[in-house]
């Protein structure tokens, strides 16, 4: 995830690693803590995650609370699948502030699991939590589980994962969700491919889709609809986002406001 760090933090990036792994082909998972947020890094000083110490079952990144934005229109999703773990940041939300869900998430890398397990408090796996180490498209072709949601954050070191951005990956994601499912996808949005992914999403779902800039600009969370919402009026998404945040403290009133920003609507209805 190409949440950069600010000019100023670069240079000082080798004062606050904690934690550096380095595999044989050089690559490096590293761990950063300052001013009470604990970071981490694959093979340079771009955040892939983010913890506050203080708060570790919270969503510290914007785009990660942007990314909960499905909860506007499946609010009480059952079985969550998670294509992507950086530190974990998604997996501990809902296991700890959804209790109804249980959920799955695929890991490539054992370095990152293992750092997310020592360095980022990731729950014990049990009935509501399971970690694969394993390819996500892989998993995603074969999958049999008809996740109510699937959450994709593909990230390396430099850009998005092209294996978890291509026309057959999204195919599969629209064939493994359950009915009414839902396909949560974070893109760059500066990305010189961006547009190339969106349209993959928006063919596969068959035109439904949303986007929603994440707080900060430079993330697009994508939302693909295996069976459309309807047309929902803003009256009812407001109400809707009063209530969501309540129970979650996250910002779905603003959430609403940037759906205005990138999708067809009207000034009653969002259009899709």
Not at 144 to 172: I, K, R, S, W
Request: charged share 25%; net charge negative; aromatic share 8%.
């Amino acid at each position: 995830m190409k949440t950069g760090l600010s000019e100023d933090c670069m240079g000082i990036f080798s004062r606050w690693k904690i934690h550096k792994t380095v595999s044989a082909g050089g690559d490096s998972v590293d761990v950063s803590e300052q001013d009470g947020v604990r970071s981490l890094h694959l093979g340079n000083d771009t955040v892939q995650s983010a913890m506050r110490l203080a708060r570790p079952n919270d969503l510290e990144l914007a785009y990660t609370r942007c990314m909960m934005s499905f909860l506007l229109f499946h609010p009480l999703p059952e079985r969550l699948l998670m294509i992507g773990l950086g530190g974990g940041s998604l997996s501990k939300f809902v296991y700890h502030y959804m209790p109804q869900a249980s959920s799955a998430v695929v890991e490539i890398n054992p370095r990152v699991a293992a750092v997310a397990r020592s360095h980022f408090f990731l729950p014990p796996e049990d009935e509501r939590f399971h970690l694969v180490l394993g390819d996500g498209a892989e998993y995603v072709a074969a999958c049999t589980e008809e996740p109510d949601v699937m959450l994709v954050d593909g990230f390396d070191t430099n850009c998005q994962v092209e294996e978890l951005a291509t026309p057959g990956f999204y195919d599969n994601c629209r064939a493994a969700l359950a009915d009414d499912g839902v396909l949560v996808v974070n893109l760059w949005g500066s990305d010189q491919n961006f547009d190339v992914y969106l349209r993959r999403i928006e063919t596969a779902f068959d035109g439904m889709i949303l986007c929603l800039h994440a707080e900060r600009r430079g993330n697009v969370i994508v939302l693909g609809f295996k069976k459309s919402p309807g047309t929902p009026r803003w009256s009812d998404l407001k109400e809707r986002a009063k209530e969501l945040e309540a129970a979650y403290g996250l910002e779905f009133p603003r959430f609403v406001e940037a759906l205005k920003e990138m999708n067809p609507h009207t000034e009653k209805r969002l259009l899709l």
